[in-house]
């Protein structure tokens, strides 16, 4: 006899809030992995005849930001991507994938050449953030990351945006505003890292556990808030344990977004995109109820509050005491004898 189960029957079991904590801290080890495919590797895979370009014609190359020319499944695009290393060597070379100015102003004369050329473009997420030392400051890091965000929302061509790994802070936005964006599975996107907002919320890095379960950055909850479109699965164990089945997948997945996107009119494209953005963080405003709201005590109530409770507990007495007859007319009053003096 086979038992039958039905959605009544089965007891929901809810994760306790150390178990939950342990499951998110995992997926940011996971997007933390440098073993994980980069956007060098990636592109390889997806991509046919692929012609990286280096340069943003002002300073000099950032290794950290890679992109090109390429075609996915016969369709021409320009790619850009943050860059890390799989080895210490090329991890430091590729300064850890924390682009400096010159990185985010390589990848703006890419997003321009791709509009000028009618190609779309797709962008690889994968950074802790910008790189904030003082050369970066100093060539200023802040002013090339709005640009870049700038160039992204008025460009006249379809933008695929894949998070592959970390998506942290402005630096991964700078890459990111895509009409369309997909995510893996384990990958991460949020506007601090979790050890930075531990560091301001708690005083303490340790409590970085803690702040990845509040802030809602895995790849699952970021599709829940609608901040991106698509989860993309990755093959058992994670990208890195078969990265050839990873860029399997989203080439499937960006083919397809490309060939939808392909159609759409570009002000109606350039209108989607701006909405897109401008509606994320959406809040209601409360209706007034009618109801009449306590009037905040004058000025002299306030001031005599403070003198009476000081007085009292010099004394041994009860602390503060109201003065029903003050009213907001004490600040009137009290200005007036100001500017009479």
């Not at 460009?155 to 894949?162: A, C, D, Y």
């Not at 109820?289 to 409770?309: F, H, N, Y």
Request: some cysteine; overall charge negative; proline content about 6%.
């Amino acid at each position: 006899m086979v038992e039958q189960r039905t959605a009544a029957s089965v007891a929901v079991v809810e994760p306790t809030p150390d178990e939950l904590r342990s499951a998110i801290w995992a997926r940011v080890q996971q997007a933390r992995n440098v073993k994980r495919p980069h956007t060098l590797e990636l592109i390889q895979s997806i991509a046919t005849e692929v012609i990286e370009l280096h340069g943003d014609r002002l300073f000099r190359d950032d290794p950290a930001i890679v992109g090109g020319f390429c075609r996915i499944d016969g369709r021409r695009a320009v790619f850009v991507g943050h860059q890390k290393g799989a080895e210490t060597d090329e991890n430091i070379r590729r300064n850890f994938g924390m682009p400096h100015p010159e990185g985010y102003r390589k990848a703006i004369r890419l997003f321009r050449l791709a509009e000028r050329l009618g190609l779309p473009i797709v962008t690889f997420i994968d950074t802790p953030g910008a790189f904030p030392g003082p050369a970066s400051e100093e060539r200023g890091v802040a002013e090339a990351i709005a640009r870049a965000i700038m160039t992204m929302c008025g460009l006249r061509t379809p933008i695929v945006t894949v998070i592959t790994g970390e998506g942290g802070s402005g630096g991964a936005l700078a890459l990111a505003v895509g009409d369309v964006v997909l995510a893996l599975e384990n990958s991460i996107y949020s506007v601090i890292s979790p050890e930075g907002a531990a560091s301001i919320l708690w005083r303490s890095a340790e409590y970085s556990q803690q702040a990845a379960a509040a802030m809602r950055l895995t790849a699952a909850e970021q599709l829940a808030l609608g901040v991106i479109d698509e989860v993309v699965p990755e093959p058992p164990g994670g990208a890195h344990t078969n990265p050839e089945e990873t860029a399997r997948r989203l080439r499937a997945r960006i083919a397809a977004h490309l060939d939808a996107l392909a159609g759409r009119e570009r002000k109606a494209l350039l209108d989607a995109r701006y909405a897109r953005y401008r509606n994320m963080g959406e809040f209601a405003i409360a209706a007034e109820s009618g109801e009449a709201q306590p009037q905040r005590p004058g000025l002299r109530a306030r001031i005599r509050r403070v003198l009476d409770a000081g007085r009292n507990a010099l004394v041994g007495g009860e602390g503060e005491t109201n003065d029903p007859t003050a009213d907001s007319t004490d600040e009137a009053d009290v200005q007036r004898t100001g500017e009479g003096s």
